[in-house]
């Protein structure tokens, strides 16, 4: 069965650090573009960051880049979220999601697999 | 404030169709970059409904289609039904924004 776990959420003071994880099972980790989705509560799906199967190319949304860091380890088959100087306003769910393969890939197949979301909050 | 906007809310009747817009720019949508569709039921992660603009995933009904024309998309829904009640969201790319990723605002789809 194709699967993605996420892990590693939970409650955080402001100007702290989280990481999270995403077990992948169930298919080829290391060829696929990978996603992570955020969802404040209440509001809609936000994009975060996604990285290429290799690792070689990421990208970030504005509102997290210089503070996020997305990494995946294909021998573990699992894809990570470094979360620093967290503030209330990335208190989320964080999904993982499985975008496509090859270079151009990931602009064709849209996500097609998803976790079930790790729940962020932070609150002092 | 989202790049792809969409109408907050739609309703239709069991049995009728509707139809979900989503209106981008010549950045993203008119690029052309494909549109994506999603499907997320209350409580539970997203799901992916179409992609590349008109294609359904296995498991997809034949009740969902999407098109997509200039700088917008649609998603509709023929012969509507209650567990079509859920939130749905399109997403695309933005030559903008270096090819990042992005989404509408979501729109919810009642049932009456």
């Known amino acids: 069965e194709v699967q993605l776990v996420e892990s590693g959420g939970g409650l955080v003071q402001p100007g702290g650090s989280l990481r999270l994880s995403c077990a992948a099972s169930g298919f080829t980790f290391k060829t696929y573009w990978m996603h992570w989705v955020r969802q404040a509560p209440g509001k809609g799906l936000v994009w975060v960051s996604r990285i290429y199967s290799d690792g070689s190319i990421t990208s970030y949304a504005d509102s997290v880049k210089g503070r996020f860091t997305i990494s995946r380890d294909n021998a573990k088959n699992t894809l990570y979220l470094e979360m620093n100087s967290l503030t209330a306003e990335d208190t989320a769910e964080y999904y993982c999601?499985?975008?496509?393969?090859?270079?151009?890939?990931?602009?064709?197949?849209?996500?097609?697999?998803w976790g079930q979301g790790t729940t962020v909050t932070v609150s002092s | 404030q989202s790049v792809l906007t969409q109408p907050p809310s739609v309703s239709g009747a069991p049995g009728q169709r509707v139809t979900i817009s989503c209106t981008g720019s010549s950045s993203n949508i008119g690029a052309p970059y494909d549109v994506h569709w999603y499907q997320q039921l209350p409580g539970t992660a997203p799901r992916l409904l179409i992609y590349?603009?008109?294609n359904r995933p296995s498991g997809v009904p034949d009740r969902f289609s999407g098109s997509k024309s200039g700088t917008s998309a649609s998603l509709a829904i023929t012969g509507l039904q209650a567990e079509d009640e859920a939130d749905y969201y399109c997403q695309s790319y933005d030559s903008s924004l270096s090819g990042r990723v992005v989404f509408g605002g979501g729109t919810k789809l009642t049932v009456l």
């Open positions: 999601a499985r975008g496509g393969s090859g270079r151009s890939g990931d602009y064709y197949f849209g996500m097609d697999v």
């Open positions: 590349g603009n008109n």
